[in-house]
């Protein structure tokens, strides 16, 4: 028998606060949600509270908001970022709270808007919540990354329906994808997750020097740091919670060595960027540095994501999904991130996760950046896996051995 929408909704919200995030008794949490939808975070708040959180605070966000500052704000003010909200994030949240983003943005919302504008306002913003985002990369705390459906959002996945429908349709997608539509969810969540682990496992003792990936189009050694760590699924923050970072999850990732990247790798699906799609592109790297960028849609745009700074210009991230995936297998192109990285293979511009290196939480930046771990304001994912790519790990001898084929696991 189908759960009805209330209960689907209702495990939705536990399992972002008991399998997502872990929130602890006595844990304050941090929440930026979408005022659409806020049924959602609602029953996340009265959730987290049930379980003994201290304090739950959420700041709204609104897509219309957005798009009005755009459309008609003076270009110089895109510089300016709130000294409150800086405050609020980064000197009032202290190590153990725990952070929540409930998202829901058009992924087109500001199509036609100026791309330097759009680029000037996430560079202000990531230089705000810079020190937030060091927790985030150094594992100081627990946190999640959902979505939920907007009218925009859904009509651009399901454009031939109308937008009531069509939002309907995504939550039922959603739902599916992170196994709320199964009354037995949180098991289901504990076996996904013991299958990752074991594929951490595996790759650990691997221990590539590097991953070779062939597909139309693609042709890239990706080298990776020495003591390199996989995650994927579940990890632990330095006080020993274990949470999981995204709802849904469907891979396991690494750290490439920031100056070993060579060759040409391509896009497999569209990148939902600052309320804009970039789609069709590829980018050329040589010595870990893009030197060529090419797109068939949004090349400014991602231009403008590349001179963000040296490090956006760097790979931070490598991960691994197989094309049976279920979200894959769903046959819904969601046009976010979140829910597209989990359907292939990608890679992530800018930032590593410092947890992804033996000790990495525990290294200054010259440590760090000695060890090859990039260092950037940003941290975008974009997909280039497909049932047509086959990847090699090298090992330090240089010999090859099979890791996926047609897209697909080998072990």
């Known amino acids: 028998m189908a ?9 939705y919200a536990d399992l972002i606060v008991k399998v997502g995030l872990n929130l602890q008794k006595g844990q304050r949490l941090w929440i930026n949600a979408s005022v659409e939808e806020p049924d959602l975070t609602r029953r996340v708040v009265e959730t987290a509270y049930k379980t003994g959180a201290y304090y739950v605070n959420v700041i709204w966000t609104d ?34 709270d725990a952070l929540l983003s409930v998202r829901s943005s058009d992924p087109e919302l500001l199509k036609g808007q100026d791309p330097d504008s759009i680029a000037t306002a996430e560079k202000t913003a990531r230089e705000a919540f810079k020190p937030r985002m060091k927790k985030v990369l150094t594992s100081e705390v627990n946190w999640c ?33 992170v196994r709320a539509d199964k009354p037995n969810a949180v098991k289901l969540w504990q076996k996904h997750l013991q299958g990752l682990e074991q594929r951490r496992a595996y790759l650990d003792v691997k221990q590539y020097s590097a991953l070779h990936y062939k597909a139309p189009g693609t042709d890239l050694t990706l080298g990776l740091v020495d003591n390199h760590l996989w995650m994927g699924g579940t990890q632990d923050t330095q006080d020993g919670i274990t949470y999981v970072a995204n709802l849904p999850t469907e891979e396991v990732f690494t750290m490439p060595h920031k ?46 994501l590349l ?61 760090a950046a000695k060890a090859g771990v990039n260092s950037s304001l940003t941290h975008v994912d974009f997909m280039i896996g497909s049932n047509k790519m086959d990847i090699d790990g090298v090992a330090k001898d240089g010999s090859r051995e099979a890791v996926m084929r047609k897209g697909e696991w080998t072990f």
């Open 145 to 177: 990354v959902v979505n939920i459906p907007s009218r925009g959002w859904a009509s651009r996945v399901f454009p031939k329906l109308t937008p009531e429908k069509a939002v309907s349709k995504l939550w039922a997608a959603i739902f599916a994808a």
């Open 63 to 96: 897509d219309a908001l957005t798009l009005s500052r755009f459309k008609y704000a003076s270009k110089d003010s895109f510089t300016h970022f709130p000294e409150w909200m800086k405050e609020a994030f980064n000197l009032e949240m202290k190590k153990g």
């Open 307 to 367: 001179e963000t700074d040296d490090g956006a210009k760097r790979l931070g991230e490598v991960a691994l999904v197989p094309y049976s995936s279920p979200i894959s297998q769903s046959g819904v192109l969601f046009l976010s991130t979140l829910f597209d990285e989990n359907a292939a293979n990608h890679v992530a511009l800018g930032s590593a996760y410092r947890f992804n290196v033996k000790d990495g939480t525990k290294m200054n930046d010259k440590q």
């Open 259 to 304: 100056d070993r990247v060579d060759g040409t790798v391509r896009s497999s699906k569209p990148l939902a960027y600052g309320g804009t799609l970039i789609d069709e592109f590829e980018l050329t790297f040589k010595n870990g540095v893009v030197t060529t960028a090419k797109a068939k849609r949004g090349l400014k745009t991602l231009e403008r």
């Open 3 to 11: 759960l009805s929408f209330d209960k689907q909704l209702q495990t």
